[in-house]
């Protein structure tokens, strides 16, 4: 007895396959008896690549924070990643990495995802996550801490537009100012010194301090002009009467440290860049000296960054000197920002957090469940990726609490199609003119009296002859004139008096600015009726003639100026794994984090003959399309956060040699419930949707159906009862007859006997995924004779909670029968097979195998 | 040897500058935080923290908890001066490490306006906390009672249906302990421990180290909510405050 052919399902001559969920690691610690946990969290936030003030960025005064919400320049905002890390308390971080322990024990709550075979799409799962708060020194978060002024600041600006020098004081010999052109003047001496103070800014510590200069010609710097700052003399000024002096001369700018006193000679250089001026030009400069560091940039580049605490308070003002004549020095547009305190930062973490990054929603972020070895590895922990639901709090206990969601969950909030706004710019009847023709020829037509006096009425329109000389002939009409009702067109065969004309439009309008929503090409519907457009010009979508009217099943019709035009998403014969995959992309789940492989492989094994036709005319929520389909595909979709791809599978066997085995050794607890109200007898599939814009729940408006009926269930020595399954499907289209047969044969398999559904608690060492198929071995099921009986269950619930995992699982008989895949060549004969060879179908002569199991049977 | 407490930074006098930090979250002023999690990394050796105080402040010790210093092969330092090390340099103490762990740097009190940390090595060592501050060691006995290593570990054990063990699952492991000095002078208690307590020990975490011979490795610990300091007619009292710890693996 070879092994031969035999296999579950003969429609479809499936073939093995084995699980396609993530590969399961046993960790080394998880293995151990002595495992420390610890949970961790990385939340992804937009951060700018942008330096503040650098080109591209143009932004000028106080620095923002990086983020869009902060952003001063939000069209050059160039958009990142930053992550910022939580774990566990108690959890000591992994050397130089900054990973705060804000979560507290017990501080991960999980509902994770529910696999529902029968029903399609899992039931989302949601985490949420407690993290502490605690005043934090900023430097994380903010790029700039260093240099930002916080706690009480104080802002000057000055765009000099007043025209009055108020507010600035001058001291030097023969020094004046002055408002010309809008900026301010300083004129100095020759050879003498000229400083002009900011009298509005008092002795302060650190500030920030922008200011345009113009660029005096090359000769002029021979002398200097700049900024002083943290200056406490201001009397008749010197060579060195400053605290710190920000200098522009030929080819170079410098820091120059200096006596705050009437001292000659020379000022202690700090800094020293070389830097080319253009005469005439204007530079943006700008100065941060904060406790004893010290900036400076031009036009957003840094030319300085040094340290000195020679003097950590005083005023500041504007500057300028030339050796060997006068010389007027222009300012403009002053920027300063003072703190007179020392620096602080106020608020804790959480705080700033929440006011600085608003858009945190839908980013991604990664729960890491693990153990604590030393040394410490992130490799014993594993990675499940989210989007991020909500960031909430704080609570009266001062925590915050994050949601994170699956992927699928976008899925909920999406709908496709996307809603679209236009409306028809004028009414769009159906037929806009008919009657018979005239007179005629290949290219020119005479029409009834009856048609419009306006000339190019029907220009653009379409001309169908459909009946007489000339039927079946449609052609675009090119002019229109409208004294002699004549239409130029271009026919093959000449219409005559006993021809029959029609004129229909062959664009609509949808409004001012809305075509951009369209596409290039597609389905609209307006009213009942579905129209095929295949190109647009901006606000006008267009089709070549009225065949493009009427699509999936629906009436050509009038409509009325101002009806809804919604763009519509249609399918024509396409593999179901494409579609599923493009309401995943349409809900926002790139391909990236879609299993392509898994579910084509599904689509190749177990639904080679379903095919999807059908068009979505209004916008539905996307979670609910994918429900419909992967019920009607008997198709379990779920979102698989460790392999971070949205999975799919087909509820039928798998191969017995990877199957997981769990026994009462392996179990904490144990829990079995009876769903018998899952069970079914009959199961009725309606299919083949009239029209597409037919209400899909009622079932006349289905041309086919198919019902499968277990007899034996519903006899008086069974059930005794009839528990029908009744679905309809718009998805499939007539040419899935074969697969809707299989489709209910399986589900009446599958659902004739109650499942069980087992709640277990396992400990952490046990590894399964959801989706799998395993055997379950427990006192809790058993045999004829009471004995443990083994199960194959479909595990749909894995809740890890690292001290233990929460597991369910339902069982599954697939007809209650022994099944079995087609053997590969050269497989044994049953008497001397392994058990590992009997996964596969031999033929028995009887009833009965030789070693007096049951026969395998074509199910 | 008596218990100590280490507390108090002269790095956070001012803002620390760094000669050179790695681009990440990697900032200077994360040593003077007393968080274990956040941290400061050069980008080349021999490389400095300085900090200018404003005017000679004292020290007495050097706590450092949270770093590689020894997988990275890297010699630590403390050093003073009085001209922001142009001709004043002074080594006040030093150590190459033989492990990882925590550690402590005790030398007689001094005082500088510049204070610095210098590494040396060839490759790029991670410090998470470096307190050059004082450290608290009174005159009076340790109370006999004292645990100093006893913990409580939170977590559950795993048994399966057939009543058989199958591992413990441990969140981290809790030392509480409760320390009194006896027979603490008011003097003592005035001029010192208060301020300490008030400025730090009440709210901050510090370094504990129970006996510096025996377990030389220091705790990083935070105080518990009550403070006592009964009073005796000799003019001493018996101080006692409560402390915990997180008992890690990974340091």
Redesign the interface.
Same mark, same amino acid.
């Given at each position: 007895m070879a092994g031969t052919l035999a296999y579950f399902d003969l429609t479809y001559g499936g073939v093995l396959i084995t699980y396609s969920g993530a590969t399961v690691v046993l960790r080394a610690p998880q293995e151990?008896?002595? @495992?420390?946990?610890a949970w961790a969290l990385e939340l992804d936030t937009d951060f700018c690549a942008n330096t503040f003030g650098v080109a591209p960025c143009t932004a000028t005064g106080v620095p923002c924070y990086n983020t869009f919400k902060t952003c001063k320049d939000q069209p050059n905002f160039i958009k990142t990643v930053k992550t910022y890390k939580f774990c566990?308390?108690?959890?000591?971080?992994?050397?130089?990495?900054?990973?705060?322990?804000y979560i507290p @024990?017990n501080g991960v709550a999980t509902a994770p995802t529910v696999i529902q075979p029968g029903e399609g799409l899992a039931i989302r799962s949601q985490t949420k996550i407690a993290l502490k708060d605690e005043p934090d020194?900023d %430097?994380?978060m903010d790029p700039y801490?260093?240099t930002r002024l916080s706690g009480s600041t104080t802002t000057i600006q000055d765009d000099f537009s007043s025209g009055s020098t108020s507010g600035y004081t001058v001291v030097g010999t023969g020094a004046s100012h002055s408002i010309v052109s809008g900026a301010y003047r300083l004129s100095t001496s020759a050879g003498n010194v000229g400083q002009s103070r900011v009298d509005g800014a008092p002795t302060h510590a650190d500030g920030l301090f922008e200011i345009d200069i113009a660029v005096p010609s090359v000769s002029a710097l021979t002398g200097d002009v700049g900024l002083i700052y943290r200056t406490t003399y201001w009397s008749t000024p010197a060579s060195k009467s400053f605290g710190y002096l920000m200098q522009l001369m030929q080819g170079v700018i410098r820091l120059a440290v200096g006596s705050n006193d009437a001292s000659g000679g020379f000022a202690t250089v700090l800094s020293s860049q070389a830097h080319a001026f253009s005469a005439g030009t204007v530079v943006k400069i700008r100065v941060e000296y904060?406790?004893?560091?010290h900036r400076i940039y031009i036009n957003g580049v840094n030319y300085i960054d040094t340290?000195d605490?020679t003097w950590m308070s005083g005023q500041l003002g504007l500057r300028g000197f030339d050796g060997s004549s006068s010389h007027n020095w222009d300012f403009d547009n002053l920027f300063f920002q003072y703190a007179i305190s020392a620096q602080t930062v106020g608020g804790t973490f959480w705080r700033r957090f929440q006011a600085r990054n608003l858009y945190t929603v839908g980013r991604h972020a990664r729960l890491r469940r693990g153990y604590?070895?030393?040394?410490?590895n992130w490799n014993d922990f594993s990675t499940e990726l989210f989007v991020i639901d909500a960031i909430s709090g704080p609570d009266r206990n001062g925590n915050m609490t994050v949601v994170l969601s699956d992927f699928l969950r976008l899925a909920d909030k999406a709908q496709f199609p996307t809603p679209t706004s236009g409306k028809l710019s004028a009414d769009m009847e159906n037929i806009v003119n008919a009657g018979n023709v005239v007179s005629g020829t290949t290219t020119s037509v005479t029409i009834s009296d009856d048609a419009s006096p306006t000339d190019e009425a029907y220009t653009g329109m379409e001309l169908y002859i459909y009946a007489g000389v000339g039927s079946g002939q449609r052609a675009p009409i090119t002019t229109y004139d409208g004294d002699t009702r004549t239409v130029s067109v271009s026919l093959q065969v000449a219409p005559d008096t006993s021809s029959s004309y029609q004129i229909s439009a062959l664009s609509v309008n949808v409004g001012d600015d809305r075509g951009g929503q369209y596409g290039g090409e597609g389905y609209i519907r307006i009213g009942d009726e579905i129209i095929r457009f295949t190109s647009r010009s901006g606000d006008v979508l267009s089709w070549p003639n009225s065949t493009y009217r009427g699509q999936f099943g629906t009436d050509r019709d009038d409509h009325s100026e101002s009806d809804n035009v919604q763009l519509c998403k249609a399918w024509n014969g396409d593999e179901p794994n494409d579609v599923l995959v493009e309401i995943l992309n349409a809900a926002g789940i790139s391909s990236t984090y879609i299993d392509l492989a898994g579910l084509a492989q599904e689509a190749s094994d177990w639904m080679p003959a379903a095919e999807i036709t059908t068009c979505l005319s209004v916008p539905e929520k996307c979670s609910q399309l994918l429900k419909e389909l992967s019920t009607d595909l008997n198709l379990m979709l779920w979102w698989d956060p460790a392999g971070q791809k949205v999975r799919g599978k087909v509820n039928v066997p798998q191969l017995a040699g990877t199957v997981t085995e769990l026994t009462?050794?392996?179990?904490?607890?144990?829990e079995v419930q009876r769903q018998d109200a899952d069970r079914i007898t009959e199961a009725a599939q309606y299919y083949g949707l009239r029209t597409a814009t037919s209400n899909k729940e009622e079932l006349k408006n289905y041309d086919y159906g198919e019902i499968r009926i277990d007899e034996d269930a519903e006899s008086a020595n069974e059930y005794g009862d009839v528990r029908q399954d009744v679905a309809v499907s718009r998805w499939l289209s007539a040419g899935n007859t074969a697969h809707v047969g299989a489709l209910v044969g399986r589900r009446v398999n599958y659902f004739r006997d109650a499942p069980h559904l087992l709640k277990l608690r396992a400990?952490? @060492?046990t590894v399964v995924e959801p989706g799998e198929l395993v055997d379950i071995t427990?006192?809790y099921l058993t045999d004829f004779d009471g004995n443990a009986a083994t199960k194959s269950c479909r595990i749909t619930k894995v809740d890890d909670r690292?001290?233990?995992k929460e597991l369910e699982a339902v069982t599954t008989t697939f007809g209650d029968h022994r099944w079995g895949f087609i053997a590969p060549s050269a497989a044994p004969d049953f008497d001397v097979a392994s058990d590992s060879d009997k996964v596969y179908m031999y033929i028995s002569n009887g009833t009965e195998m030789p070693d007096g199991t049951d026969a395998y049977r074509i199910i | 040897m008596k218990p100590r407490i280490f507390y108090d930074n002269r790095l956070a006098d001012?803002?620390p500058?760094a000669s050179t930090t790695a681009t990440g979250? %990697? %900032?200077a002023?994360?040593l003077t935080?007393f968080r274990?999690?956040?941290?400061w990394?050069p980008t080349a050796l021999p490389a400095t923290v300085t900090v200018?105080c404003?005017s000679a402040r004292s020290a007495d010790s050097c706590f450092v908890y949270?770093?590689?210093l020894y997988?990275q092969s890297a010699t630590f330092e403390v050093r003073g001066s009085t001209d922001n090390f142009s001709s004043s340099n002074v080594l006040v103490s030093t150590v190459t490490p033989t492990s990882?762990d925590a550690f402590v740097l005790t030398f007689a009190s001094v005082s500088y306006r510049y204070w610095r940390v210098r590494l040396t090595g060839t490759t790029m060592p991670?410090l998470a906390i470096v307190a050059i501050g004082a450290r608290f060691e009174p005159s009076g006995t340790v109370n006999l009672d004292f645990d100093p290593l006893g913990r409580t570990l939170?977590?559950?054990s795993?048994?399966?249906?057939?009543g058989?063990?199958?591992?413990?699952?441990?969140? %981290?492991?809790?030392w509480k302990g409760r320390i009194t000095w006896r027979r603490m002078t008011w003097a003592q208690l005035r001029s010192t421990f208060m301020p300490a307590y008030n400025a730090h020990l009440r709210a901050k975490p510090f370094g504990w180290q129970w006996h510096a011979g025996v377990d030389a490795v220091p705790y990083l610990a935070t105080s518990d909510n009550d403070l006592t300091t009964t009073h005796y007619s000799e003019f001493t009292c018996d101080v006692s405050l409560g402390m915990r710890a997180?008992m890690?693996?990974?340091?």
């Amino acid at each position: 007895m070879a092994g031969t052919l035999a296999y579950f399902d003969l429609t479809y001559g499936g073939v093995l396959i084995t699980y396609s969920g993530a590969t399961v690691v046993l960790r080394a610690p998880q293995e151990s008896q002595d @495992r420390e946990i610890a949970w961790a969290l990385e939340l992804d936030t937009d951060f700018c690549a942008n330096t503040f003030g650098v080109a591209p960025c143009t932004a000028t005064g106080v620095p923002c924070y990086n983020t869009f919400k902060t952003c001063k320049d939000q069209p050059n905002f160039i958009k990142t990643v930053k992550t910022y890390k939580f774990c566990s308390e108690g959890m000591l971080a992994p050397v130089g990495e900054l990973v705060r322990p804000y979560i507290p @024990r017990n501080g991960v709550a999980t509902a994770p995802t529910v696999i529902q075979p029968g029903e399609g799409l899992a039931i989302r799962s949601q985490t949420k996550i407690a993290l502490k708060d605690e005043p934090d020194s900023d %430097y994380q978060m903010d790029p700039y801490r260093d240099t930002r002024l916080s706690g009480s600041t104080t802002t000057i600006q000055d765009d000099f537009s007043s025209g009055s020098t108020s507010g600035y004081t001058v001291v030097g010999t023969g020094a004046s100012h002055s408002i010309v052109s809008g900026a301010y003047r300083l004129s100095t001496s020759a050879g003498n010194v000229g400083q002009s103070r900011v009298d509005g800014a008092p002795t302060h510590a650190d500030g920030l301090f922008e200011i345009d200069i113009a660029v005096p010609s090359v000769s002029a710097l021979t002398g200097d002009v700049g900024l002083i700052y943290r200056t406490t003399y201001w009397s008749t000024p010197a060579s060195k009467s400053f605290g710190y002096l920000m200098q522009l001369m030929q080819g170079v700018i410098r820091l120059a440290v200096g006596s705050n006193d009437a001292s000659g000679g020379f000022a202690t250089v700090l800094s020293s860049q070389a830097h080319a001026f253009s005469a005439g030009t204007v530079v943006k400069i700008r100065v941060e000296y904060v406790g004893s560091r010290h900036r400076i940039y031009i036009n957003g580049v840094n030319y300085i960054d040094t340290t000195d605490s020679t003097w950590m308070s005083g005023q500041l003002g504007l500057r300028g000197f030339d050796g060997s004549s006068s010389h007027n020095w222009d300012f403009d547009n002053l920027f300063f920002q003072y703190a007179i305190s020392a620096q602080t930062v106020g608020g804790t973490f959480w705080r700033r957090f929440q006011a600085r990054n608003l858009y945190t929603v839908g980013r991604h972020a990664r729960l890491r469940r693990g153990y604590v070895v030393n040394p410490f590895n992130w490799n014993d922990f594993s990675t499940e990726l989210f989007v991020i639901d909500a960031i909430s709090g704080p609570d009266r206990n001062g925590n915050m609490t994050v949601v994170l969601s699956d992927f699928l969950r976008l899925a909920d909030k999406a709908q496709f199609p996307t809603p679209t706004s236009g409306k028809l710019s004028a009414d769009m009847e159906n037929i806009v003119n008919a009657g018979n023709v005239v007179s005629g020829t290949t290219t020119s037509v005479t029409i009834s009296d009856d048609a419009s006096p306006t000339d190019e009425a029907y220009t653009g329109m379409e001309l169908y002859i459909y009946a007489g000389v000339g039927s079946g002939q449609r052609a675009p009409i090119t002019t229109y004139d409208g004294d002699t009702r004549t239409v130029s067109v271009s026919l093959q065969v000449a219409p005559d008096t006993s021809s029959s004309y029609q004129i229909s439009a062959l664009s609509v309008n949808v409004g001012d600015d809305r075509g951009g929503q369209y596409g290039g090409e597609g389905y609209i519907r307006i009213g009942d009726e579905i129209i095929r457009f295949t190109s647009r010009s901006g606000d006008v979508l267009s089709w070549p003639n009225s065949t493009y009217r009427g699509q999936f099943g629906t009436d050509r019709d009038d409509h009325s100026e101002s009806d809804n035009v919604q763009l519509c998403k249609a399918w024509n014969g396409d593999e179901p794994n494409d579609v599923l995959v493009e309401i995943l992309n349409a809900a926002g789940i790139s391909s990236t984090y879609i299993d392509l492989a898994g579910l084509a492989q599904e689509a190749s094994d177990w639904m080679p003959a379903a095919e999807i036709t059908t068009c979505l005319s209004v916008p539905e929520k996307c979670s609910q399309l994918l429900k419909e389909l992967s019920t009607d595909l008997n198709l379990m979709l779920w979102w698989d956060p460790a392999g971070q791809k949205v999975r799919g599978k087909v509820n039928v066997p798998q191969l017995a040699g990877t199957v997981t085995e769990l026994t009462d050794d392996d179990l904490m607890g144990t829990e079995v419930q009876r769903q018998d109200a899952d069970r079914i007898t009959e199961a009725a599939q309606y299919y083949g949707l009239r029209t597409a814009t037919s209400n899909k729940e009622e079932l006349k408006n289905y041309d086919y159906g198919e019902i499968r009926i277990d007899e034996d269930a519903e006899s008086a020595n069974e059930y005794g009862d009839v528990r029908q399954d009744v679905a309809v499907s718009r998805w499939l289209s007539a040419g899935n007859t074969a697969h809707v047969g299989a489709l209910v044969g399986r589900r009446v398999n599958y659902f004739r006997d109650a499942p069980h559904l087992l709640k277990l608690r396992a400990d952490p @060492r046990t590894v399964v995924e959801p989706g799998e198929l395993v055997d379950i071995t427990t006192r809790y099921l058993t045999d004829f004779d009471g004995n443990a009986a083994t199960k194959s269950c479909r595990i749909t619930k894995v809740d890890d909670r690292l001290t233990h995992k929460e597991l369910e699982a339902v069982t599954t008989t697939f007809g209650d029968h022994r099944w079995g895949f087609i053997a590969p060549s050269a497989a044994p004969d049953f008497d001397v097979a392994s058990d590992s060879d009997k996964v596969y179908m031999y033929i028995s002569n009887g009833t009965e195998m030789p070693d007096g199991t049951d026969a395998y049977r074509i199910i | 040897m008596k218990p100590r407490i280490f507390y108090d930074n002269r790095l956070a006098d001012a803002t620390p500058i760094a000669s050179t930090t790695a681009t990440g979250d %990697y %900032y200077a002023n994360n040593l003077t935080d007393f968080r274990p999690y956040t941290w400061w990394k050069p980008t080349a050796l021999p490389a400095t923290v300085t900090v200018d105080c404003g005017s000679a402040r004292s020290a007495d010790s050097c706590f450092v908890y949270g770093h590689d210093l020894y997988t990275q092969s890297a010699t630590f330092e403390v050093r003073g001066s009085t001209d922001n090390f142009s001709s004043s340099n002074v080594l006040v103490s030093t150590v190459t490490p033989t492990s990882n762990d925590a550690f402590v740097l005790t030398f007689a009190s001094v005082s500088y306006r510049y204070w610095r940390v210098r590494l040396t090595g060839t490759t790029m060592p991670s410090l998470a906390i470096v307190a050059i501050g004082a450290r608290f060691e009174p005159s009076g006995t340790v109370n006999l009672d004292f645990d100093p290593l006893g913990r409580t570990l939170l977590g559950q054990s795993n048994l399966n249906d057939n009543g058989q063990p199958l591992g413990k699952v441990i969140d %981290y492991a809790e030392w509480k302990g409760r320390i009194t000095w006896r027979r603490m002078t008011w003097a003592q208690l005035r001029s010192t421990f208060m301020p300490a307590y008030n400025a730090h020990l009440r709210a901050k975490p510090f370094g504990w180290q129970w006996h510096a011979g025996v377990d030389a490795v220091p705790y990083l610990a935070t105080s518990d909510n009550d403070l006592t300091t009964t009073h005796y007619s000799e003019f001493t009292c018996d101080v006692s405050l409560g402390m915990r710890a997180v008992m890690g693996t990974t340091f």
